[in-house]
């Protein structure tokens, strides 16, 4: 499974990510500046977790295959 960064998670905890093995993607790297509904078009269509600090994101997730994950830090 992907592990998803969204933009406001820091470049350096993908990096960890990259360096412990797990296949990682941040938004930043991949589709800066992509709008929210894009991303959320991603989600309903592909198992990965998805890490954001964007509380937005929560109310997509009864209708998505990812798996979401909200954090306040």
């Given amino acids: 499974m992907i ?18 093995g797990l296949a990682a993607q941040h938004i930043l790297l991949t589709d800066r500046g992509i709008h929210d509904r894009e991303i959320i078009a991603r989600l309903k269509q592909e198992e990965v977790l998805f890490l954001t600090q964007d509380e937005d994101f929560i109310e997509a997730a009864p209708d998505c295959k990812a798996s979401i994950i909200w954090s306040r830090v």
Wanted: aromatic letters at 16%; glycine letters at 0%.
């Fill in 3 to 20: 592990v998803l960064l969204d933009e406001n998670f820091p470049l350096r905890f993908y990096t960890r990510l990259q360096k412990e």
